[in-house]
C-alpha cells in the first residue's frame, strides 16, 4: 500500500488562493499589505544603481518577491562597500530593500501575492493575450481574401470593359471620340452590304415563283429585297418617289451639346422694361380706388367698347389652312429623312432586315423539306412547279441560305446595332461612354480597396508581431511562478518529513520539536531560509 505522505498534492489553478487562505498559510488582509510593499518598491526603484540585470529585472515585468530576493542578492555585490563591522549595511538601497523583502516574509505576503500572479495569468491574462493573437492571424486571413477578391473583381471588370469595347470595335482609349468616329465608316459598310444584295435575284426569284405556285400569290413579294438588289444601297426618296434625286442635302448630325449647369431661378423675361420705356401710366390712384369693371345694369356701349368678347357676334368666322410641313421641298431635292440610304433610314431598314428574315425562314423550311425523303406526295405535288423551283438541290439551297444568314448576321450583329442608336441619337454617345466609365471607376475603386486591405493586413500583422513575444513572456513567467509555488510546497512537505523522521528517532527531542513546530513564526523562517538557500543554487530542478 501506498504510503500517504508520498502522495503528491493536487491543487487547481482557480482554487490555489482560496486553498492557502483556509489552510491559513496566508493571512486574510494581505491585499492591505501587498498594497504598502508595492508603494516601497516604487519609491526603491528611483535610486538604483547602474546594473545590466537589476534593468532586465526591472524592464516591464511585475516585481514579486523572488526579484527583490535577486535584486538584494546584487546589492550585496555593488553595495559592499557601504558593510560595517557588524555586517549591516550603511546603504539606503540596501535597507529599502531588505525591508522589502521583510515585509513580505512577514504572514508569507510573498507567497499569496505569487499565487493571485499564477491565478490570473492563467485565468485571464493567457487567454485574453491568445485571443488577440487569434484575433489578428484570422483578421489577417480575412483581409488577405477580400484582397485577393477586389483585385480579382477589379481585373474582371477591366477585362469586361474591354471586351465591351472589342464588342463596339474601338480601342478603349478615348470611348466618346471613337464611338463618333465608327459612324463616319457606317455608310461604306452599308454600301458593301448593298452590293452584296445584288446577289439575291436567284433567291428572290425562286421564292417569288413558290409563291406563284404554291399559293397563287399575285402581289409583288420582298419589294426591299427586289429594289436593293437592282439599284442597291440607294436614298429613301428614290426608294419612296422611284426617281433619281438631282440634289441630295443630307441631315447634319449635331454633336450632343454639353451639360450646362442651370441654376434654380426664375426667369421673369422682359417684365418691367417695356413699360417703363414707353412711360406706361395706369392713371389709377388710392382716391379712386380699384376699378373691376362689373356693373349690376348691362351696358350695350360699354360691351362694345372695352368689355369681353365672348365670340358671340355676327361677324365672319376665322379661316384655318392646314399645311403639310414635310412635303414642302422642291422636285428632285432629297432633304431630311429622304436623303438618307435605305440601309441608313431605320423605317426601310427595317423592312429589309424583315424581308431577309422572310427569306431565310423560307430557305430554310425548303431546306428541310428536300431533305426529307420517300414523300410521294411532295414529289407528285412539284411534277408541275415551275423549272426553277425542280432544278434546285439541297446544295444550292444551302449555299443560298448561307449567303442570307451572312447579310442577316452582318445587319443585325451587336455593333451594327450600336452604330445605328449612335447615329439616330448623339446622347447615345454619351450613356454608352458613361457606361464604359463606370466599369473603369468600379475597378479603380477596388484596386483602391484592394490596397486598404493590404494596409490593414500589414497592421495586422504588426499586431501579431507585437502580441508573439508577449505571449511567449508571459508563459514563461507563469512557468516559473508554477516552479516557485511547487518548490514552496515541496519544502514544506520535505521539512515536515524530515522533522518528523528526526523525532521518531530521538524520542527526546520530541517535546522541542513540538514547541518549536508549533511556532509559526519560527516554522515561516525556516521555511524562508530554505528558500533563500534553493535561490542562490544555480542549476536545480524539481520533479
Known amino acids: ?64 518577491y523572488f526579484h527583490c530576493l535577486r535584486i538584494v542578492e546584487i546589492l550585496k555585490r555593488t553595495e559592499a562597500s557601504s558593510k560595517n563591522i557588524f555586517g549591516r549595511y550603511s546603504s539606503q538601497r540596501m535597507k529599502d530593500w531588505q525591508e522589502i523583502v521583510a515585509l513580505y516574509e512577514a504572514d508569507n505576503v510573498y507567497l499569496v501575492e505569487v499565487a493571485s500572479l499564477l491565478s490570473r495569468n492563467i485565468s485571464y491574462e493567457g487567454p485574453a493575450l491568445r485571443r488577440q493573437l487569434a484575433k489578428a492571424q484570422q483578421l489577417q486571413q480575412e483581409l488577405s481574401r477580400r484582397e485577393v477578391e477586389c483585385q480579382s473583381s477589379a481585373a474582371d471588370l477591366r477585362q469586361r470593359y474591354y471586351a465591351a469595347c472589342k464588342q463596339y470595335g474601338i480601342t478603349g482609349e478615348n470611348v466618346a ?77 449635331e454633336d450632343a451639346p454639353p451639360a450646362t449647369a442651370t441654376e434654380d431661378t426664375i426667369d421673369w423675361g422682359d417684365f418691367g422694361k417695356a413699360t417703363d420705356t414707353q412711360g406706361f401710366n395706369s392713371g389709377i390712384t ?29 361677324a365672319a368666322p376665322a379661316e384655318f389652312e392646314i399645311v403639310d410641313a414635310g412635303t414642302d421641298c422642291p422636285e428632285g431635292v432629297a432633304r431630311g429623312e429622304d436623303a438618307l440610304t435605305i440601309l441608313e433610314n431605320s423605317q426601310s431598314r427595317s423592312q429589309f432586315i424583315d424581308e431577309l428574315m422572310e427569306l431565310e425562314v423560307f430557305l430554310t423550311q425548303r431546306l428541310s423539306e428536300m431533305g426529307e425523303e420517300g414523300d410521294v406526295v411532295a414529289m407528285s405535288q412539284f411534277q408541275l412547279a415551275p423549272s426553277i423551283i425542280q432544278g434546285q438541290t ?81 508563459a514563461g513567467c507563469t512557468r516559473e511562478l508554477q516552479k516557485l509555488v511547487a518548490n514552496y510546497f515541496l519544502l514544506f512537505h520535505l521539512f515536515t518529513r524530515l522533522a518528523v523522521s528526526q523525532v521518531t528517532r530521538k524520542p527526546r527531542l520530541c517535546g522541542i520539536f513540538v514547541t518549536l513546530w508549533s511556532s509559526v513564526i519560527i516554522r515561516k523562517q525556516i521555511l524562508v531560509l530554505l528558500i533563500q538557500y534553493l535561490l542562490r543554487l544555480k542549476d536545480y530542478t524539481v520533479d
Not at 380706388?289 to 365672348?310: K, V
Request: hydrophobic letters at 40%; proline letters at 4%; aromatic letters at 6%.
Open 394 to 474: 439541297c446544295e444550292h439551297i444551302r449555299e443560298m441560305l448561307s449567303e442570307v444568314q451572312d447579310l442577316l448576321g452582318r445587319l443585325t450583329s451587336v455593333r451594327m446595332q450600336h452604330l445605328f442608336m449612335i447615329q439616330a441619337s448623339p446622347r447615345y454617345v454619351e450613356r454608352v461612354s458613361e457606361v464604359l466609365r463606370q466599369k473603369l471607376k468600379q475597378a479603380d475603386i477596388l484596386v483602391l480597396k484592394g490596397t486598404t486591405m493590404a494596409e490593414k493586413r500589414q497592421e495586422a500583422l504588426k499586431e501579431q508581431s507585437r502580441l508573439e513575444p508577449r505571449v511567449d513572456l508571459l
Open 1 to 64: 500500500m501506498e504510503n500517504i505522505q508520498d502522495v503528491p498534492i493536487d491543487i487547481q489553478t482557480s482554487k490555489l488562493l482560496d486553498w492557502l487562505l483556509d489552510r491559513r498559510h496566508c493571512n486574510l488582509k494581505w491585499q492591505s499589505a501587498v498594497k504598502v510593499i508595492r508603494e516601497k518598491i516604487n519609491a526603491a526603484i528611483q535610486d538604483m544603481p547602474e546594473n545590466e540585470e537589476i534593468k532586465q529585472l526591472l524592464s516591464g515585468s511585475y516585481i514579486h
Open 286 to 314: 388710392v382716391e379712386d380706388g380699384i376699378d373691376w369693371g362689373i356693373s349690376l345694369e348691362p351696358n350695350s356701349e360699354d360691351s362694345g367698347a372695352g368689355g369681353i368678347d365672348w365670340g358671340d357676334s355676327e
Open 177 to 253: 471620340r471613337e464611338l463618333q468616329a465608327l459612324v463616319k465608316d457606317l455608310p461604306a459598310v452599308l454600301d458593301e452590304v448593298g452590293k452584296d444584295a445584288a446577289k439575291l435575284e436567284k433567291h428572290i426569284q425562286l421564292y417569288t415563283a413558290f409563291t406563284n405556285f404554291v399559293c397563287e400569290w399575285s402581289e409583288p413579294v420582298l419589294p426591299m429585297l427586289t429594289f436593293a438588289q437592282k439599284r442597291g444601297n440607294t436614298t429613301f426618296y428614290e426608294w419612296r418617289t422611284g426617281k433619281v434625286p438631282t440634289v441630295v442635302e443630307r441631315p447634319v448630325v
